[in-house]
């Protein structure tokens, strides 16, 4: 079955993805493209196994109804499909990717003629146009001939654009080595082609083709980078970096071996951001996202809206130009002036150049950062959906949480109980067969056990 979750429509490959329902979806999205006077699309493709053979299935479809079709002449990361579809015009992007995803599992993501990604009013409109017509089906090297279809290097512009987005003058000044984790995925060498210098050396883990990325997912989750943390702290790197499957999320590693994800990269570039850069406006965040944002957003006298899981919400808050930063748990940022749309290798260079201005490591960055703020610690738990009996909605709520009154509880999306000093909340995953258990607390004694406590419950079911 063909369904639009979170970010685009997955399943497992030759289950449920595959070259017939590729053909039915992309035949759903020329329809909704003609109804749409749509007649220009571009296609981008990552590291998965048959992510190439995908997009061009996708592109013959398309172009045998008319449109067409430039699609990448290489992997890409998501945001350089993003990128191309608001600045080149195009009235729609399709990526094949499955992101962050096992290596059994691809997907589709649809992204806008803005930039970003498509929200579910665009998405149903595509659902109900689902098996109404026989997949029409042009043959690659004819569509070529007709001009409907054509391969293309969608990087240049894209490298062009990032070269003036950041202060790199100032970070290439730097001395320091950084390690970047690419996780077999499609996140690529962009930020060495844009700010490595002399002295600003970057290298490389785990950056040739495996499409069963090692057996792991290639998600930037601490308990994903053991390798990374090993060879930062080992080799003495500044800090190592890991991008998601497609190459939209990041998290760190400081030189002492502690991971930095979203929860605290957003709000010390939102710093920078107002600070360094002169940004106006709010900061965005999803219902997961940590009290630190607020706290952050509060000391800038910004405005803090929060939204359901997935970009598209963050996404749809950057085009309405209320936010000048907003970024998701998972390790998604973005920033205004750019794309409404996340992208791992920006967020990196926005690092560097954080970096760059204050000319001090990452480590006394974050050491001065934390005499202002409160440290508040974060944690999450996926349980596979086999193992839960009944819905969601069946968990006995309690009336308190370690002791603690819950004051109120947020239905945003999914269920978050909520005290003066914690959070513990349940969500049913919009892109895995999992149920999320998320939780944030003044000390890790708190966290883990609020986490088991929320894993009891699950279980409980």
């Known amino acids: 079955m063909i369904k639009f979750g979170t970010d685009g429509w997955r399943g497992v490959i030759g289950e449920d993805f595959t070259f017939d329902n590729i053909r039915i979806i992309s035949q759903a999205i020329a329809a909704y493209l003609k109804q749409e006077r749509g007649k220009k699309v571009v296609v981008g493709y990552d590291t998965r196994f048959l992510s190439r053979e995908f997009a061009f299935t996708a592109a013959s479809v398309l172009a045998a109804n008319g449109i067409k079709v430039d699609v990448s002449d290489q992997v890409v990361p998501t945001p350089v499909v993003s990128f191309n579809a608001l600045y080149n015009k ?5 990526m094949i990717t499955a992101s962050h995803n096992p290596s059994k599992f691809n997907g589709l993501k649809i992204k806008t003629k803005e930039g970003g990604a498509a929200d579910k009013s665009l998405t149903d409109k595509v659902e109900k146009l689902l098996y109404r017509t026989k997949p029409k089906i042009l043959k690659l090297g004819e569509a070529e001939r007709k001009r409907l279809l054509r391969e293309k290097d969608f990087t240049t512009e894209y490298k062009d654009f990032l070269r003036s987005f950041v202060n790199t003058k100032k970070i290439k000044k730097m001395k320091l080595k950084i390690l970047i984790d690419l996780m077999y995925g499609a996140g690529g060498t962009f930020a060495e082609e844009i700010v490595s210098s002399k002295s600003l050396k970057i290298d490389y883990l785990h950056n040739e083709n495996n499409p069963s990325f090692g057996g792991i ?59 360094k850069k002169k940004a106006k406006g709010g900061i965005g965040k999803t219902v997961v996202g940590s009290n630190l944002i607020d706290e952050v957003a509060i000391f800038l006298g910004a405005s803090c809206f929060e939204t359901p899981v997935g970009f598209k919400y963050i996404s749809n808050l950057f085009k309405d130009n209320l936010i000048f930063i907003g970024g998701e748990e998972a390790g998604g940022i973005g920033f205004k002036g750019y794309i409404p749309e996340r992208d791992g290798t920006v967020s990196l260079l926005m690092v560097l150049e954080m970096m760059a201005y204050q000319n001090k490591p990452l480590v006394e960055i974050i050491k001065e950062f934390y005499k202002k703020f409160s440290k508040w610690f974060y944690a999450r738990s ?60 003044k000390t890790r004694k708190q966290r883990d056990a609020l986490l088991e406590l929320g894993k009891k419950a699950i279980y409980a079911l």
């Open 382 to 441: 996926s349980i596979p959906l086999r193992k839960v009996n009944k819905k969601i909605g069946d968990l006995k709520l309690p009336s308190h949480l370690l002791g603690k009154k819950v004051e109120r509880i947020n239905r945003l999306d999914g269920t978050k109980l909520i005290t003066k000093e914690s959070w513990l909340m349940f969500r049913k995953s919009g892109t895995e067969p999992v149920v999320r258990v998320y939780t944030e607390a």
């Open 217 to 275: 997912h290639p998600e930037p989750v601490e308990e994903n980078l053991k390798e990374l943390i090993f060879k930062v702290k080992k080799e003495k790197y500044a800090f190592g970096v890991a991008l998601d499957g497609d190459g939209d999320r990041l998290a760190l590693i400081d030189e002492k071996g502690n991971f930095i994800g979203a929860q605290l990269l957003l709000p010390l570039l939102a710093i920078h951001m107002v600070e």
């Open 90 to 94: 195009y009235d729609l992007g399709i």
